[in-house]
């Protein structure tokens, strides 16, 4: 992390020291309401009402493209330092869970693309290809797969289609919330599923 983002994170982290222990009645707005009054005043403090409510949301999506749980956390830390900047782009209209979703899933992309370490080839990203996928995976065939085997498997494919897959399978996001994420229709979001699926049980074979 650069010494200016240290810098933010301390500024912002010391207004959320500031906080009392006990519930405020900031705890009872809706995040649209939170979101609008921190907007508004300008208050960083609010802002870690907001970090409370989401941040374990945010690790845990930001640990489908880390390589460690340092690198989660640094990640989740820039992914609130973008937001604290980019809140006003909330426009209300989509729940801001999903909106939340969406902006911590491009932040991570572009983290991905620009790390030339860990470029993702051009086999991974063709989601959208007319290319059938060979095997057909069932969900039941998912649940059926040993726990340990299966996460090894997730880290052997590309980020994205792990997040997608961690997306629907463990958050439990439906079609309709994926496209709002996404941003692009339910029949692509159906085949990168597809695709995703047919390129865990690959990876799942080669382990031993």
């Not at 726990?147 to 980020?159: G, H, S, T, Y």
Request: proline letters at 1%.
């Amino acid at each position: 992390m650069t010494f200016l983002k240290k810098l933010c994170f301390i500024i912002i982290g010391s207004e959320f020291s500031k906080r009392s222990s006990s519930n405020t009645v900031h705890d009872k707005y809706t995040d649209a309401q939170l979101v609008e009054y921190i907007v508004t005043n300008k208050d960083a403090l609010l802002f870690g009402e907001l970090y409370d409510r989401y941040s374990k949301l945010v690790y845990n999506k930001c640990l489908g493209f880390a390589k460690s749980n340092k690198e989660a956390e640094d990640l989740t830390q820039d992914v609130f330092l973008m937001l604290y900047v980019k809140l006003g782009s909330f426009n209300g209209t989509s729940k801001f869970s999903t909106w939340l979703y969406s902006f911590t899933y491009n932040f991570c992309v572009n983290y991905v693309n620009r790390n030339k370490e860990r470029k993702i080839n051009d086999n991974s990203v063709k989601f959208d290809s007319q290319e059938e996928v060979p095997v057909d995976v069932t969900d039941d065939l998912l649940l059926q797969m040993q726990v340990d085997k299966l996460k090894k498997a997730l880290e052997l494919i590309a980020p994205e289609e792990k997040s997608l897959l961690l997306l629907k399978y463990q958050d439990g996001a439906s079609i309709k919330e994926l496209e709002d994420v996404l941003e692009i229709k339910s029949s692509a979001i159906k085949m990168r599923l597809k695709r995703a699926k047919a390129k865990v049980v690959e990876m799942y074979k080669t382990i031993p």
